[in-house]
């Protein structure tokens, strides 16, 4: 996350297709008014849209939330009301006179009466709680503004014919049809109470500015007056108690903090009044351009402005930040207090939305529970920042920074945390542990948690990249960065969960957290770093992984399997030098790059066929048990129009993901040559191959490195020296799928996300996945957190708020349950799908 000015950090960028006009908040969502007429809805906590509320024909102007109401209004001559929880519409309120937009309105909500300011300078008001009671007249609709004759769309211009109007504006959705249809009495009116458009306004209580009981409006103008109304108990019609006559520039924009008003104008001016004594304290040229929205909250005031600049000043009205919010002009803001922070958001005509951190302390220290998805989310951006890319040596402090990183969050929840270190100057692992109360000791269970905080390279330069891989970027919903996904997201998601079971005193029993640095380098040194360190970790009873991926975006997921890998060099080098081609080359003389490719091609059959000897007689054969396992997968990926399987035959999903999941594959990923790369009269003396091979179930890496070191040998004819060295390797892992864990993380799911994962495997590998079961002899289990479309070791490699804050909630169920012993859910859930999961458990006994 991009911190503009030191204070305003940018956490999310949220996109629409026009300008956002109007903003308001409540502490669940952002409501932000459109030029398409459409109100958006996103969840002020993971920032997925929520809703779209269609009622208005034009742009929305204004948005005013009061009392569980939410008024819209707009340029269509409408004012819609909304019920804030459920979004229905509740009233589409009208003048029967030709008002045009309707700029502002403001609630008053004791006598229940609502107020609207409009482009024919006048002031409207409705009692809507007489309405609501039925009070109010019958409407048969016949003057709703879509009905009428339009001024602009309805008058024949040069020619004779009509402006053709936009699509749905009269009837369908969103005309207000077959809703509470409210009319504005044709006397509660103030014809002409500026003279120019009512641009804003806002209700206060008389007590506010010491002018005794009731309640007052306030009116701001294109006429540049600012109008303080009476406003009457009974009827609700307003009265001028005073004009506070400003100068030439409209008055756009109003706040009012205790009893000063801030009045946001036309030329970048705001002018501050004290409606105690209703005299101008000050005027500060606030911007170059028109202020057009002003915001409060606390001791501070925000101002945003037709320059695309923001401001926060504070009481003193001194500028504290200013900072470019928009590519345009910032027409709308609004500002809350989330988690002990203070947000600013902004809409411009950018078509976005702003989500502004502006809080200018530092992250408060504890105070973890359960609030804190702010917290979780800075804290991803600090890790993310880190350049933990454990194959570039020239990385190495910054890994160290981002262990050292880890283990102080893990120390601030409350647990014990090192860092072990690793032979050869590797990556140190992040060691926690998060001691459980251990009141019910004979039955809690220990948990040990694997991730890795390292990451696959990533350059903002000459990559497709569309943001900085190393800073936290928010965009509608998604958070991109390097290692998001995989697996410094997950991560964290599990280190707060465990952290808020320990600081709520609800954990049991202990939970164990070994994070590496070097997984995406084969996890070289952490085999002999943990067997070294295996007192201090102590024994567990469960493992749980967090690294994989859904199938799809949209239906979570279970992973029971992974291939294991073999990564190895394969090298043919000459006793010779580089030689020329025109001096030297000769059908005499051996190349070791000819006899590399020939010995390649010895590997695969030319149908694909991987020709190591015995290699496929330990493949554990499929029953018709697993088989049936794959109907539910490739039935929901043939349904999801997201998936990529949308619409394949079943049966061909089903064999692409075998091919995957339980058959092994070998890849060239390079293949190099000696000499320099510019020069193609030269003979290299010597080329190498990295090739790699994914295993699987019972195959096992000593086997199949052994067939792999026999087949080269003997195929190769043997002019040259040939090499093999293996880099890494993994041996495959599959889990019980029926265990406790697996169990506990099904019930998570079922109540986190509405609905059962489907139990799968993977095609990739994690080293640490099997060596950590046979270790400590305890069975794993893996939760897939990303989606499909997660691109983890890509560019653009991101992850959705809802499934990090998913898998939090998810991993903190698990842990619960699993450390307090609850194995059958505490409250013997049942399993929903308990038969196919027999299917399933037939498949583990090979049945
Ligand atoms: N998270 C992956 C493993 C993974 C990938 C699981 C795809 C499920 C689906 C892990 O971080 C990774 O990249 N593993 C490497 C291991 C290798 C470096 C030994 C892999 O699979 O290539
Ligand atoms: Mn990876």
Redesign the pocket.
Known sequence: MTTTTTGVTLLHRLHHSRSILSLTLNSAHIFAGSQSGSILVWSLATYSLVSTLRGHSGSVLSLHLCDDLLFSSAGDAIVQVWCPRTFRNRYTIYSTFDVGDVFCMAYEPRGGTAYFGAQNTSVQWIDLKSAAAGGGRSVTGEAHPSKRVHRFFDSKGPGGTCTPRPEGEAGGEGSGEGKTLLEIEPWNIVQYAHFGYVYCMLVLPASQIGLGAGSLLLTGGGDGDIKLWAIDPVTGGISVLRTLAGGDSGVLSLVLKDTLLYAGLTDGEIHIWDLDTCQEVRSVRAHCDDVLTLAVKGECIFSGSATGFARKWNTRFECVNRWRAHEGLVLASAVTERNGRLLYITGGNDDCVGVWDVEPFPVKEGGMEREGEGELLSSLAKLVAFRTVSSDPSCAVECRRGATFLKSLCKRFGATASLLPMEDGRNPVVFARFEGAKKKAEKGKTLLFYG?YDVIPASSEDSGWKTDPFSLTGVDGYLYGRGVS??KGPCLAALFAAGELLQSGRLESDIVFLIEGE?????RGFEDTVRKHRDLIGDVDWILFA???WLDDDTPCL?YG?RG?I?ATITIQSEKPDLHSGVDGSSLNREPTIELITLLSHLTSPTGEILLPDFSTPIRPLSPAEEGMYLPISASLHANPTSLYHGLPQQEITAHLMSKWRYPSLTIHRVDVSGPSNNSTLIPRSASATISLRIVPDQSVSSVTSSLHTHLTSSYPGSNSLSIHIS?S?EPWLGDFTNAAFSSLQRAIMHVWGTQPLFIR??????AARFLEEEFGAPAAHLPCGQASDM??LDNERLRVTNLSGAREVLGRVFGELTAGRSDGGEGTALVNGNEKKALANVQDGV
């Open positions: 890795h995989d697996n997984e995406e380098s084969g996890s690294n994989s991926y992973t992974l890998v990564q890494h993994a993977e095609g990739g590998s994690i080293p983890a070791h």
